[in-house]
Nanobody, 128 residues
Framework: QVQLVESGGGLVQAGGSLRLSCAAS????????MGWFRQAPGKEREFVAA???????????YYSNSVKGRFTISRDNAKNTVYLQMNSLKPEDTAVYYC??????????????????WGQGTQVTVSS
């Protein structure tokens, strides 16, 4: 079993920055692909970013169009942690942010069904 614990959420003004962390335990972290999703009130959960292993053990990063250029996903395998650096935050970024782990090697990093484990989420609120 894998446990994922997010942290780093909070209240920030528009234009500000936050860094979310997701600490993993229970299984070899380095073999997983990791993703971030978010869910705003009254909306479906949506893809934000992913770090996925590709041929040659090279991690590739994927981003939704709405966060590309503002958010950066990274990982520290020694700390079993994945990060989401969020800059130039906008009120529309307000949501609960979830990290997810894929140990099956799903081909599509954008879909929720490709992930095996999920964290409980951390609230991010961006005020205007």
């Amino acid at each position: 079993q894998v446990q994922l614990v997010e942290s780093g959420g909070g209240l920030v003004q528009a234009g500000g920055s936050l860094r979310l962390s997701c600490a993993a335990s229970g299984r070899t972290f380095s073999s997983s692909s990791m993703g971030w999703f978010r869910q705003a009130p009254g909306k479906e959960r949506e893809f934000v970013a992913a770090s996925k292993w590709r041929t040659g053990n090279i991690p590739y990063s994927y981003y939704s169009n709405s966060v590309k250029g503002r958010f950066t996903i990274s990982r520290d395998n020694a700390k079993n942690t994945v990060y989401l650096q969020m800059n130039s935050l906008k009120p529309e970024d307000t949501a609960v942010y979830y990290c997810a782990a894929d140990y099956r090697g799903s081909s599509d990093p954008y879909v929720q069904d490709g992930y095996d484990y999920w964290g409980q989420g951390t609230q991010v609120t961006v005020s205007s």
